[in-house]
């Protein structure tokens, strides 16, 4: 099993831009981990995507947050990002770092609140 831990969350206004952090451990695996990314969730609604990339460097997004949210990796550190720029009040919600080596593995959450 993987531990995730994410950092950077917090109160941001509308217009502004965040950056999460999410470090892995507990991975053993001989090639960087196949896929780390993010998801989010606010209350009454389903978990949604909000971007992941491969350890080839492909990525997939929201269509949300395209254009706006950028994932990268550090392969070598074992940790994932999520800058978030031109954030609107709908981006709040609790965000999760995600990663599937060979099961799914997701992060307590970090919350991210924007004002307008």
């Known amino acids: 099993q993987v531990q995730l831990v994410e950092s950077g969350g917090g109160l941001v206004q509308a217009g502004g831009s965040l950056r999460l952090s999410c470090a892995a451990s507990g991975y053993s695996g001989t090639i960087p981990i196949p896929i780390m990314g993010w998801f989010r969730q606010t209350p009454g609604r389903q978990r949604e995507l909000v971007g992941i990339m491969s350890n080839e460097g492909s990525t997939e997004y929201g269509d949300s947050v395209k254009g706006r949210f950028a994932v990268s990796r550090d392969n070598a550190k074992k940790t994932v990002f999520l800058q978030m720029s031109s954030l609107k009040p709908e981006d709040t919600a609790v965000y999760y770092c995600?990663?599937?080596?060979?099961?799914?593995?997701w992060g307590q959450g970090t919350q991210v609140t924007v004002s307008s």
């Open positions: 995600y990663v599937f080596t060979n099961r799914a593995d």
